[in-house]
């Protein structure tokens, strides 16, 4: 729908009183061709038509002239006062009804403006909005198609219109939704109407997809409409899925840091035992030697232990470091701790540690991911290691308590120097350290992974001095076990 142009107004207004000129002009020649055979009292009417021309063409005021000349003209062609009288009054009905039809005709193009650009907006929100829109009529067949339905479904808007919604259904619905309709106007019993539910759509090709429907009414005058919002639910799901395996990636990599840090740590704890066998070796050798064989034997077996304890490092390490599908199980949570500190405090004793290892009987079993759970443990008990380096105190206490609503709480308490003040509201967040070396994402990683298994993370003050980290699992009741 064209706009009137401001130049359009002007122009009309011309052409009306071009109109009102000339009709006038036409009437009184045809009047003067005619001759006096016309009839005096025709003269005035004779300008009717340049009245009807202007006042149509150009609206009030070029119908307002064409009356003045008119008259004027039919004055000085001899009418006389009864028939200009007439002339007036009807000449200025004219007017008048053309003012009112140009007026109704402005507002008409006005409403019409409104619709059109009412509908461009209606239009634009359909072409964008993420998710598909399908709006239908009462008898069930789709009046509007967006294009996010157009993605979804693969039709196109032109090819469904006009088509019964039943065809963006797999059966059985397919056959059933006119009844479903027919079942709402009867009874007005919703069962998705204002509710909103998780259905199944058939795209195309008949390939079915979860879909999460909400379908709102609107009753207008020409009947009732349904409009339906669809949101895949298959995309949001793979995008889900896709999350979880970038954070299961990370957890990874992070759990590798971890080891890389620990990398002269652990070289030296598995260097003792080597070199405790190669001792027992040449010991036991020099007794074979000297026919010492009983001894030799106790030597041998020696050595056999250390070559264990070493691979029992290294089994640990590999467990550890590999990428594993994250996994729950029912787990003992003392034996989770109790590998994790096997790990995570290699290079205590050497440091002057003092570990006191408290877990109360009453927690055993909990749902969790092994090796995740056992990542926190060991971050939490290499941040407290690092933070006793310079401590005259280095006590570590690894606790095990049972919480309330059957959680689990385990604590790792230490004798450092507490949580430095310019890190400790922003403790959980990824990069914030206080040490040279460190990449500030242990903590957030930790939180992460014990969020995942519906617990919580937090720091506190040890009485005394120091940080002490407590996290909860949910413990496994023996109710559950039995199930
Ligand atoms: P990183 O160990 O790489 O710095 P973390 O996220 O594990 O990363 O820790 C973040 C910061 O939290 C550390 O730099 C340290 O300042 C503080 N922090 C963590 N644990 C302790 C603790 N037991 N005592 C004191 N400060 C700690």
Known sequence: MSNPSFLEQPRRLWLGLLAAGVGVGL????????????????????????????????????????????????????????????????????????????????????????????????????????????????????????????????????????????????????????????????????????????????????TTFPMELAVGEIRTETGRFFTGFIRDLTERQSTEARLQELQGELIHVSRLTAMGEMASALAHEINQPLGAIANYLKGSSRLLASGGLEKARVGLDKAAEQALRAGDIIRRLREFAARGESERRVESLPRIVEEAAALGLVGAREQGVIVRFQFDPAVDVVLADRVQIQQVVLNLLRNALEAMEDSARKDLTVRIDPAPDDMALVSVADTGPGIAPEVEAKLFQPFITTKAAGMGVGLSICRTIVEAHGGKLWPEQTPGGGATFRFTLRAVTDGELDE
């Open 27 to 206: 009437g009184a020649s045809v009047k003067a061709l005619a001759g006096p055979g016309l009839g005096e009292a025709s003269t005035p009417l004779l300008m009717i038509p340049a009245v009807v021309l202007a006042s149509a063409l150009g609206g009030f005021l070029p119908g307002l002239l064409a009356v003045l000349l008119g008259a004027v003209a039919a004055w000085g062609l001899g009418a006389d006062l009864a028939a200009l009288t007439l002339f007036a009054l009807v000449a200025a009905s004219i007017v008048a009804g053309g003012e009112l039809f140009q007026r109704a005709r402005r507002r008409a193009e006005g409403v019409n403006r409104d619709l059109a650009e009412r509908e461009a907006h209606v239009q634009s929100i359909l072409d964008t909005i993420p998710d598909a829109l399908v709006i239908i009529g009462e008898d069930g067949l789709i009046r509007s198609f967006s294009t996010a339905a157009e993605r979804l479904f693969s039709w196109t808007s032109a090819e469904v219109l006009g088509r019964n919604v039943s065809m963006l259904m797999p059966q059985p619905h397919k056959d059933a939704h006119d009844g479903y309709l027919e079942h709402y106007y009867r009874t007005g019993e919703r069962r998705i109407i204002g509710l909103g539910r998780i259905v199944v759509g058939a795209r195309r090709d008949g």
